[in-house]
């Protein structure tokens, strides 16, 4: 897109008229164009792909291969200092190369009241490459490639793999329905307290604890959201910021949040190490 008009055979990144099948771009990105569209909202899906995000404030292009969220409003709320890139800092004669899905219109993007079901083909050809979310697994908000986001293939597999009993297999998944039924209603004397489920899996190492988290999200279908005690600061201010964001991002989506190896920070405190979180 350009204030003027420009020769098609010189300013193009993806020229069409030099492709050796001259209907496939124009297909592909109104396919793109009209997944982007179905994407508007809050979505758990998978993408495998490539994803970039914005450092001191050049792109940084990663490889994605996790489950995500689809989340643009809670995007801007969680990172409202992220810039998004613009035309004039990626230039064809820079000698830099712009990550796929990069979007040189700049960060605001207003509404013409046109709404999805009026959209013309034309207009899928200009919708945005990328959508702006959360991996999981990279614990990472980035601009992620529409092209490579796919629905999520659950599996009961790691439920039927629980070395426990069946049992303690069904109260487990028992307290985790109680808590989604809305009929249920419960509450503590503390306002604020009581609205979710805190479980305390220990056992040795392989028994099956984090596959027990692994399985309930499975069951339910809700986002799985693994912090290990390695990605956490160890300066007690920090710690709490960190847990702050994790703790409202996790409540956000409605999803588990799993504290691997929290005993270091469960442990009781010795006087010879006052400073420990």
């Known amino acids: 897109m350009f204030k003027v008009s420009r020769s098609i055979n010189t300013d193009l990144a ?34 495998q792909g490539e994803a970039f995000f914005m450092h001191r404030g050049d792109p940084v292009r990663v490889s994605v291969n996790s489950r995500m969220m689809i989340d643009a409003d809670f995007f801007w709320k969680m990172n409202p200092n992220y810039s998004r890139p613009r035309a004039d800092t990626v230039t064809p004669n820079s000698g830099l190369s712009p990550p796929p899905g990069y979007w040189p219109f700049g ?8 709404e999805p079901y009026d959209l013309k083909e034309d207009d899928f050809l200009i919708c945005c490459p990328t959508v702006l979310g959360f991996s999981f ?3 990472l908000w980035a601009e992620f490639s529409v092209d490579g986001i796919e629905d999520i293939k659950w ?4 439920y039927s793999c629980l070395s426990i009993s069946d049992q303690q297999r069904d109260v487990i998944i028992a307290l985790v329905e109680a808590r989604n039924d809305p009929s249920v209603v419960f509450d503590d004397f503390v306002a604020g307290k009581g609205k979710g489920v805190n479980m305390l899996l220990h056992g040795l ?6 596959l027990t988290a692994v399985a309930v999200s499975e069951h339910l279908k809700r986002p799985l959201y693994l912090i290990s005690v ?6 007690a201010a920090d710690l709490e910021h960190q847990l702050t964001r994790i703790f409202k991002t996790a409540s ?26």
Request: net charge negative; hydrophobic share 30%; aromatic share 8%.
């Open 14 to 47: 993806i020229n069409p008229n030099h492709h050796n099948n001259h209907h496939f771009p124009f297909h592909f990105l109104v396919k793109c164009g009209r997944k982007f569209v179905s994407l508007m909202g809050t979505y758990h899906c998978h993408c």
């Open 107 to 114: 960060s605001q993007v207003k509404s013409d009241g046109v």
């Open 137 to 139: 697994d990279e614990k």
């Open 155 to 158: 599996s009961s597999s790691p």
């Open 205 to 210: 190492l392989g028994v099956g604890k984090t």
């Open 230 to 235: 390695g990605e956490l600061p160890i300066v």
């Open 252 to 277: 956000h989506w409605n999803a588990i949040l799993l504290l691997d190896e929290a005993d270091v920070f469960l442990e009781r405190r010795s006087s010879d190490d006052l400073t420990r979180p």
